[in-house]
């Protein structure tokens, strides 16, 4: 059973090291085959931040952890005008990872990452043409028996924040059309700092059948609503239970699961079993 621990908007620079270390600490424990991390892995892309985020990712492969991850809007620098247009993830490319799109298929689940960060927006996110041709090409060679998970930074879909709606991707519909066909099971976001999971067709009529999962920040000082939070993700036979792990003043602590079932083309939400006493 695959299990996925998925962290979001870490936002070095604007962290709290208390967090960070409860966060190396609950890796540990919960022993996940691969730790997602979907973007703002700084505040405001400055070098030393991404120094900062590089000795955390270091720290956690050289505990033995598969990471893979995504720029965020944050990792774009915003002041820098001149790195911002010419060359805006450049320190992301040097301090993270090469690669902007990363695949990785591990027994259970095949994994790509999109970068939908962009130097022409400052916040919203966008995915293009050639990143669709890579989606379908990407799951086209995955094994049809696999868990088929595509990671962003921007949430694909508008979602409600605070009874404020929020903007979808730019060119969604393109999007979409790429994750049904590639039978796309579920998408892993941030972003929004708040941890949420549901059916797409709840959010978009035309969506087809995955599950919207969003986590809230792993380890920064600024929070909409919620605490700081991370998701884990354990994957078997149809199903994905999804929990979120709340930080309460001192550690983090799993607050809220939920079981989803694949059943007749989308996922139905399922009673959690209550715990043994």
């Not at 989606?135 to 868990?147: H, L």
Request: hydrophobic share 40%; aromatic share 6%.
């Amino acid at each position: 059973m695959p299990r996925i621990v998925h962290l979001s908007d870490l936002h070095f620079g604007a962290h709290d090291l208390r967090l960070v270390e409860a966060v190396e600490g609950e890796v540990d424990a919960l022993k996940p085959d691969l730790v997602v991390i979907s973007g703002d892995f700084t505040q405001r892309a400055r070098t030393e931040q991404f120094r900062e985020a590089c000795r955390f990712l270091e720290s956690l492969r050289e505990r033995g952890h598969e990471v893979l991850g995504v720029p965020g809007n944050h990792d774009v620098p915003l002041y820098d005008v001149l790195r911002r247009f010419l060359s805006p993830l450049a320190r992301y490319r040097r301090f993270i990872d090469e690669s902007l799109c990363p695949f990785v298929e591990l027994p259970g689940i095949a994994v790509l990452g999109i970068n939908t960060a962009r130097s022409l927006t400052f916040k919203d996110g966008r995915i293009n043409r050639d990143q669709v041709a890579f989606i379908r090409k990407s799951f086209a060679r995955a094994s049809s028996q696999a868990m088929r998970i595509v990671v962003t930074h921007h949430p694909l879909f508008a979602l409600e924040i605070g009874g404020e709606g929020g903007r979808a991707i730019g060119r969604q519909e393109l999007a979409l059309d790429a994750i049904e066909e590639s039978g796309v099971d579920m998408l892993l976001a941030g972003h929004n700092h708040h941890a949420s999971s549901q059916d797409a067709s709840d959010l978009v009529t035309r969506a087809g059948g995955v599950l919207v999962v969003q986590a809230g920040t792993a380890t920064s000082t600024r929070v909409r609503e919620q605490e700081q939070s991370f998701n884990t993700i354990d994957i078997a036979d149809g199903s994905a239970v999804i929990t979120v792990h709340g930080w309460t003043g001192d550690d983090f602590a799993a607050k809220d699961s939920n079981r989803y079932q694949w059943v007749e083309g989308k996922w139905v939400a399922r009673k959690q079993p209550e715990p043994a006493d």
